[in-house]
């Protein structure tokens, strides 16, 4: 199973070549260097990382706290579970 | 977990603001200062309606200019170009934010979650009174704004700065400002009905309501709720600081000053795009019901569909940009964002596949509530696949600000906010009221509805297509778009909006029928599963004579081996 | 959330079929989380997006202004060392809070334990100094000339710190009025959680604002 060669690899040496090639046009073709921002107030790097950051902040920051809050009350459970069962004291460490 | 509920069945006197058994209260103290969730949810209820008869009264004139430019519009006059403006403006922002969220998740929210759960109020229901209040005062404001000096707000519902920011741009700074107040103060309304769903479904439960028995629609409430909780904040601040660009004059959105434009965009589509999945999920989830009950099957796949609406919930933050591909967003983001909005396709189509496996082999009744539930499905899914186009930020660049767009969204809110909510109210209609609703002129107002809707909506798409720009007041003054082929579809389209308009009519004169001398409803009279129907029709205050305990699953129709081919949550066997 | 919670709850059926009658004999189980504290996180969630949307705001606007543009040179500097010493009281109040928590609930428990009334009267007045302290730190930046208008530094300085410092006070006021309902012996510890869990919002997120803003 480990042996099966990676895809580019069962290509000819030629093939695979071209492939980088088109590979590397894709990578030229990555739109920050081709940026034309003709409405853009500020054109400054800086200024688009800023917007770019804080959108991932803002996205993943009310994920985060969801998580928080559910990964809580799922330990609540557990515990009262446990407590039901009565056979662990409430502040023993999880089993597992 | 039942704790609350037993608590206030055990001391049905003295609970925080109930007034149980006080059936002699005045008129005052009954239906416009009650705590109780059902008066809650009549009042959201029919907050909306008349909401929505303001917007589409704001439809109909505005669609009249466009197809009869400069004509005088029976029923309003002349439109002008602010009026236009203002009539756009406020019809997409009474629609979303007056009409579809107050209807689908303020009043079928208040009215299902206690009833549905099994419990006999919501934990806070003095906040819930207080949420409605604010509710109507925010409705209120922006009524009020329509007749301030120079006229309500009409910088677009999108409010972009700096036409919503100054005054030289958007020329009425009261209408402005209180239209932002309005919807700022409308959010705080939500907010507090989100936390009262939120902690009684997760306090209130009947015993036996595991998580897993919770009817769809109700898990699809709290996820809206969450959703809309967790995204509303960032639009609250950009609204704080455009009241304060606006009112006190700091230039946080002046680019002449060193502010920027693009910053509301950012806060408020981090808000917009999530606020249509929490419109979304609850018609989903209504659609459930209705798709189960008429079919007589259980749900296809029931922890699919539940898993589906939080990965919808999760994914519907990662999309929000989408709606800037051309504001001038950097397109590194727009890449990404591209990426995302196509990904969030799959869930929605998951659960469309869910509903159509729930009809296959089902013994199907065409009631209206089922009819409203399948054009759902239909008209929706016209909507969800024209946004691939929208989502795509390369072909976003020609279709951006065209009726494309206008139509693309109509096709997601009208299912939505009308279909979704039609089908509600038909199939909780002998819950609510205690009355049946008549079903020839049900099917009446559904083809009447569903046939013109395609009608507005598909003839937009064509001139979007050949690129009718959305925000403009007479297409007479621009030649290529003056052309007769493409006036025609305009045409067609406001045609079909009277059609519409005429149709809405006949579910007026039925609703108002039906509940004043309908026939009584019995408790259950589609034979459902679900809790609320083993309360008497309507329920009284505190809902249940006893309150119920859960054995199953919600969607247990046609189980082998029983006289019946349902077989409700609470019954022991 | 969903299939993890089962079998928790799964323990309720067959619990209280008939409410009023024989609910005093149904073995009683005490919800998850409270739903007072349930419901302030939920508020507390919105309010951490609240402030977020401001600081995103912020950031996005000081990095769109040119190397040597921020702080704006003819604008006062902000008191660093002042507000690192109102920091400092801020979050002793929300130590004293929680102490003052955890001896109610102690309290209620039956267990022996100090002063409540002194440990939260002593958050309190930590809180109003840190209030106190701002009001004073406005006072001195408006008589420099940092004004609401002067530049967008101090529209989003003023916005940004008074709309914390309006949670500040609001919930000293809640704070407030558990003490009334302390004196009165009328106080339940998920109250008073509920309140700090809204206290403990206000302090933790000033030092991420203090962090942002004045450094």
Same mark, same amino acid.
């Given at each position: 199973?480990?042996?099966?060669?990676?895809?580019?690899?069962?290509?000819?040496?030629?093939?695979?070549?071209?492939?980088?090639?088109?590979? /590397?046009? &894709?990578?030229?073709?990555? *739109?920050?260097?081709?940026? #034309?921002?003709? @409405?853009? =107030?500020?054109? %400054?790097? $800086?200024?688009?990382?800023?917007?770019?950051?804080? /959108?991932? &902040?803002?996205?993943?920051? *009310?994920?985060?706290?969801? #998580?928080?809050? @559910?990964? =809580?009350?799922? %330990?609540? $459970?557990?515990?009262?579970?446990?407590?039901?069962?009565?056979?662990?004291?409430?502040?023993? *460490?999880?089993?597992? | 977990?039942?704790?609350?509920?037993?608590?206030?069945?055990?001391?049905?006197?003295?609970?925080?603001?109930?007034?149980?058994?006080?059936?002699?209260?005045?008129?005052?103290?009954?239906?416009?200062?009650?705590?109780?969730?059902?008066?809650?949810?009549?009042?959201?209820?029919?907050?909306?309606?008349?909401?929505?008869?303001?917007?589409?009264?704001?439809?109909?004139?505005?669609?009249?200019?466009?197809?009869?430019?400069?004509?005088?519009?029976?029923?309003?006059?002349?439109?002008?170009?602010?009026?236009?403006?203002?009539?756009?403006?406020?019809?997409?922002?009474?629609?979303?934010?007056?009409?579809?969220?107050?209807?689908?998740?303020?009043?079928?929210?208040?009215?299902?979650?206690?009833?549905?759960?099994?419990?006999?109020?919501?934990?806070?229901?003095?906040?819930?009174?207080?949420?409605?209040?604010?509710?109507?005062?925010?409705?209120?404001?922006?009524?009020?704004?329509?007749?301030?000096?120079?006229?309500?707000?009409?910088?677009?519902?999108?409010?972009?700065?700096?036409?919503?920011?100054?005054?030289?741009?958007?020329?009425?700074?009261?209408?402005?400002?209180?239209?932002?107040?309005?919807?700022?103060?409308?959010?705080?309304?939500?907010?507090?009905?989100?936390?009262?769903?939120?902690?009684?479904?997760?306090?209130?439960?009947?015993?036996?309501?595991?998580?897993?028995?919770?009817?769809?629609?109700?898990?699809?409430?709290?996820?809206?709720?969450?959703?809309?909780?967790?995204?509303?904040?960032?639009?609250?601040?950009?609204?704080?600081?455009?009241?304060?660009?606006?009112?006190?004059?700091?230039?946080?959105?002046?680019?002449?000053?060193?502010?920027?434009?693009?910053?509301?965009?950012?806060?408020?589509?981090?808000?917009?795009?999530?606020?249509?999945?929490?419109?979304?999920?609850?018609?989903?989830?209504?659609?459930?019901?209705?798709?189960?009950?008429?079919?007589?099957?259980?749900?296809?796949?029931?922890?699919?569909?539940?898993?589906?609406?939080?990965?919808?919930?999760?994914?519907?933050?990662?999309?929000?940009?989408?709606?800037?591909?051309?504001?001038?967003?950097?397109?590194?983001?727009?890449?990404?964002?591209?990426?995302?909005?196509?990904?969030?396709?799959?869930?929605?189509?998951?659960?469309?596949?869910?509903?159509?496996?729930?009809?296959?082999?089902?013994?199907?009744?065409?009631?209206?509530?089922?009819?409203?539930?399948?054009?759902?499905?239909?008209?929706?899914?016209?909507?969800?696949?024209?946004?691939?186009?929208?989502?795509?930020?390369?072909?976003?660049?020609?279709?951006?600000?065209?009726?494309?767009?206008?139509?693309?969204?109509?096709?997601?809110?009208?299912?939505?906010?009308?279909?979704?909510?039609?089908?509600?109210?038909?199939?909780?209609?002998?819950?609510?009221?205690?009355?049946?609703?008549?079903?020839?002129?049900?099917?009446?107002?559904?083809?009447?509805?569903?046939?013109?809707?395609?009608?507005?909506?598909?003839?937009?798409?064509?001139?979007?297509?050949?690129?009718?720009?959305?925000?403009?007041?007479?297409?007479?003054?621009?030649?290529?778009?003056?052309?007769?082929?493409?006036?025609?579809?305009?045409?067609?389209?406001?045609?079909?909006?009277?059609?519409?308009?005429?149709?809405?009519?006949?579910?007026?004169?039925?609703?108002?029928?039906?509940?004043?001398?309908?026939?009584?409803?019995?408790?259950?009279?589609?034979?459902?599963?679900?809790?609320?129907?083993?309360?008497?029709?309507?329920?009284?205050?505190?809902?249940?004579?006893?309150?119920?305990?859960?054995?199953?699953?919600?969607?247990?129709?046609?189980?082998?081996?029983?006289?019946?081919?349902?077989?409700?949550?609470?019954?022991?066997? | 959330?969903?299939?993890?919670?089962?079998?928790?709850?799964?323990?309720?059926?067959?619990?209280?079929?008939?409410?009023?009658?024989?609910?005093?004999?149904?073995?009683?189980?005490?919800?998850?989380?409270?739903?007072?504290?349930?419901?302030?996180?939920?508020?507390?969630?919105?309010?951490?997006?609240?402030?977020?949307?401001?600081?995103?705001?912020?950031?996005?606007?000081?990095?769109?202004?040119?190397?040597?543009?921020?702080?704006?040179?003819?604008?006062?500097?902000?008191?660093?060392?002042?507000?690192?010493?109102?920091?400092?009281?801020?979050?002793?109040?929300?130590?004293?809070?929680?102490?003052?928590?955890?001896?109610?609930?102690?309290?209620?428990?039956?267990?022996?334990?100090?002063?409540?009334?002194?440990?939260?009267?002593?958050?309190?007045?930590?809180?109003?100094?840190?209030?106190?302290?701002?009001?004073?730190?406005?006072?001195?930046?408006?008589?420099?000339?940092?004004?609401?208008?002067?530049?967008?530094?101090?529209?989003?300085?003023?916005?940004?710190?008074?709309?914390?410092?309006?949670?500040?006070?609001?919930?000293?006021?809640?704070?407030?009025?558990?003490?009334?309902?302390?004196?009165?012996?009328?106080?339940?510890?998920?109250?008073?959680?509920?309140?700090?869990?809204?206290?403990?919002?206000?302090?933790?997120?000033?030092?991420?604002?203090?962090?942002?803003?004045?450094?």
């Amino acid at each position: 199973m480990s042996s099966i060669p990676p895809p580019v690899a069962l290509l000819p040496v030629s093939r695979r070549r071209s492939l980088l090639r088109g590979l /590397a046009a &894709l990578c030229w073709l990555w *739109p920050s260097v081709v940026l #034309a921002c003709p @409405v853009c =107030f500020v054109a %400054r790097e $800086a200024s688009r990382l800023a917007f770019l950051w804080t /959108a991932i &902040l803002m996205t993943f920051l *009310p994920l985060c706290m969801m #998580a928080g809050i @559910v990964y =809580f009350l799922w %330990r609540q $459970a557990q515990r009262s579970a446990r407590e039901n069962q009565g056979d662990a004291p409430p502040d023993s *460490p999880k089993p597992h | 977990m039942a704790e609350p509920a037993t608590a206030h069945a055990q001391h049905p006197h003295n609970g925080a603001g109930h007034d149980h058994a006080h059936h002699d209260e005045g008129f005052f103290k009954k239906y416009l200062w009650s705590t109780d969730h059902k008066m809650i949810a009549f009042q959201y209820l029919f907050t909306g309606m008349l909401m929505a008869i303001i917007g589409g009264y704001f439809a109909y004139a505005f669609r009249m200019q466009l197809a009869y430019p400069g004509a005088s519009v029976p029923g309003y006059g002349t439109v002008s170009p602010a009026d236009y403006l203002m009539l756009v403006t406020n019809h997409g922002t009474i629609m979303i934010f007056w009409v579809a969220m107050p209807v689908l998740i303020a009043a079928f929210g208040n009215y299902l979650i206690p009833l549905m759960i099994g419990c006999d109020d919501m934990v806070f229901p003095r906040l819930n009174r207080l949420s409605y209040q604010i509710f109507l005062l925010s409705a209120i404001i922006l009524i009020a704004s329509f007749f301030v000096p120079n006229g309500g707000f009409s910088g677009a519902w999108t409010a972009y700065p700096p036409l919503s920011s100054q005054a030289a741009y958007h020329l009425t700074p009261w209408g402005a400002s209180l239209w932002v107040l309005a919807v700022a103060l409308e959010f705080v309304a939500f907010l507090m009905g989100g936390i009262n769903f939120v902690t009684t479904v997760m306090n209130s439960r009947a015993p036996g309501m595991t998580p897993l028995r919770i009817p769809m629609v109700i898990w699809m409430i709290v996820i809206a709720s969450i959703l809309f909780m967790a995204s509303v904040g960032p639009l609250v601040a950009g609204a704080v600081l455009l009241l304060f660009d606006q009112v006190l004059g700091t230039h946080v959105y002046d680019p002449n000053h060193g502010g920027d434009p693009l910053l509301w965009q950012h806060l408020f589509w981090f808000f917009g795009h999530p606020e249509v999945y929490v419109v979304l999920l609850p018609a989903m989830g209504v659609v459930a019901e209705v798709i189960t009950v008429f079919a007589r099957k259980k749900l296809f796949a029931y922890k699919t569909v539940l898993y589906t609406a939080i990965a919808t919930g999760i994914i519907s933050f990662f999309v929000w940009a989408h709606h800037q591909f051309v504001a001038g967003i950097d397109p590194r983001m727009a890449n990404i964002f591209t990426v995302t909005t196509l990904i969030i396709s799959i869930p929605i189509a998951e659960m469309v596949f869910v509903y159509l496996a729930t009809l296959i082999g089902g013994s199907i009744r065409f009631t209206t509530p089922m009819l409203w539930a399948l054009g759902f499905l239909g008209a929706f899914l016209v909507g969800g696949v024209t946004g691939i186009f929208l989502g795509s930020s390369g072909s976003d660049i020609y279709f951006h600000d065209t009726y494309f767009v206008v139509a693309h969204f109509h096709f997601t809110f009208f299912p939505i906010a009308f279909i979704g909510s039609f089908a509600a109210i038909t199939y909780w209609f002998p819950k609510m009221f205690g009355r049946m609703m008549n079903e020839t002129l049900g099917k009446i107002h559904f083809w009447g509805t569903i046939i013109p809707v395609n009608g507005i909506f598909l003839p937009l798409f064509i001139a979007g297509l050949a690129g009718d720009h959305r925000r403009i007041y007479s297409y007479m003054n621009f030649p290529d778009s003056a052309k007769p082929f493409l006036q025609d579809l305009r045409i067609m389209a406001t045609v079909s909006l009277c059609v519409l308009i005429a149709f809405q009519f006949v579910f007026l004169y039925n609703f108002i029928v039906s509940l004043l001398r309908g026939p009584k409803a019995d408790k259950n009279p589609w034979n459902a599963n679900t809790l609320e129907w083993t309360a008497e029709s309507p329920p009284p205050h505190g809902n249940f004579a006893e309150m119920p305990s859960v054995h199953r699953g919600p969607y247990e129709y046609g189980a082998p081996g029983r006289d019946q081919d349902f077989w409700p949550q609470n019954a022991a066997n | 959330m969903t299939s993890e919670m089962t079998p928790a709850l799964a323990t309720v059926s067959g619990g209280s079929v008939d409410g009023a009658s024989t609910s005093s004999a149904v073995p009683r189980r005490r919800p998850l989380i409270p739903s007072g504290v349930l419901a302030m996180l939920i508020f507390v969630f919105t309010e951490i997006m609240f402030f977020t949307g401001l600081v995103s705001a912020f950031l996005i606007t000081r990095a769109s202004i040119g190397p040597g543009g921020w702080p704006p040179p003819n604008q006062p500097r902000l008191p660093v060392a002042a507000t690192a010493l109102n920091t400092v009281a801020l979050l002793l109040s929300a130590v004293a809070l929680f102490v003052a928590w955890r001896s109610l609930r102690e309290r209620q428990r039956g267990v022996q334990a100090g002063s409540v009334s002194l440990r939260l009267g002593l958050a309190i007045a930590l809180g109003a100094a840190f209030l106190i302290g701002q009001g004073r730190e406005w006072i001195a930046l408006l008589h420099e000339g940092l004004t609401l208008h002067s530049s967008i530094h101090g529209s989003f300085f003023y916005i940004i710190v008074g709309c914390h410092g309006l949670h500040a006070l609001s919930a000293l006021l809640a704070l407030g009025w558990a003490f009334l309902r302390l004196r009165a012996q009328s106080l339940r510890s998920d109250t008073l959680a509920a309140v700090s869990v809204f206290w403990f919002f206000v302090v933790g997120i000033w030092p991420f604002l203090y962090y942002q803003i004045y450094l």
